[in-house]
């Protein structure tokens, strides 16, 4: 962790001067397309669900805060997070029980980060954000927007990492389960988006936005702008 902590920090410092040359992360760009659609919250009640120290993604949004939530399970990582976010209420623990079972400091969020592990399998046996998907909702505010990690190319993933046949088998059933669909190593990120807005609709709340950004060539932020029915 502390490999990472420094790398993130060199990054920063050498990527901040072309920040202003409108250099976008694709987070940037998920906000930036928000506040084009004047969905973006103006009293932010932020929660990264999954920061590890902060550097990557909460940083993009920490400043325009008014109350900032930050969860990781890794206790190196909070305690560097924590030297980076002095105002910001940080938790060491498991977030998706939080989420799962009302343990956030707050059930009014209007803007929630899940930036979850990818390629990787919960200790429970389930992946990405599909079994606390539906608790996420029990957490926020009427109006709220969501940004997820969504991997419409699995096997692209799988190039690049050493994952054993019989976990990428698991993956694609559970991809196959969560949307509804035979083939869960490919997703066209158009087909997310048709599964998510109805999932909105069925855990009461309208879908106002619903979009795909890339990260990369297999992955990337699928952002919810939600409105309570």
């Known amino acids: 962790m502390k490999k990472l ?3 993130n920090k060199l990054v920063i410092k050498l990527i901040r001067p072309f920040e202003n040359k409108r250099l976008f992360t694709p987070l940037k760009l998920c ?3 928000l506040k084009d659609f004047k969905l973006w ?3 932010l009640v932020a929660l990264d669900a999954f920061c590890q120290t902060g ?3 909460t940083r993009v949004f920490s400043a325009e805060a008014n109350y900032l939530e930050m969860w990781d399970i890794d206790s190196e990582a909070i305690q560097y997070a924590k030297k980076e976010f002095p105002k910001a209420n940080i938790f060491c623990g498991d977030s998706i029980d939080a989420i799962m079972h009302n343990k956030l400091g707050r059930k009014n969020f209007n803007f929630v980060l899940i930036d979850s592990p990818v390629p990787f399998q919960y200790p429970d046996g389930s992946f990405e954000h599909f079994k606390f998907f539906s608790s996420i909702f029990n957490n926020i505010a009427n109006e709220a927007i969501i940004i997820l990690d969504v991997v419409p190319d699995m096997q692209s993933m799988l190039n690049r990492h050493n994952w054993p046949k019989e976990l990428s088998e698991r993956w694609a059933a559970a991809r196959s389960d969560f949307y509804g669909i035979n083939n869960g190593y490919d997703i066209l ?5 048709e599964v998510y807005s109805r999932k909105i609709r069925e855990l009461g709340f309208e879908p106002k ?3 795909y950004n890339a990260r990369n060539e297999y992955f990337g932020f699928m952002t919810l702008a939600v409105s309570k029915q």
Do not use: A, D, F, R
């Open 5 to 7: 902590y420094y790398k």
């Open 31 to 33: 906000i930036y397309t």
């Open 41 to 43: 919250p103006e009293n």
């Open 55 to 57: 550097l990557q993604w």
């Open 189 to 193: 990120p158009s087909t997310m988006i």
């Open 209 to 211: 936005l619903v979009t």
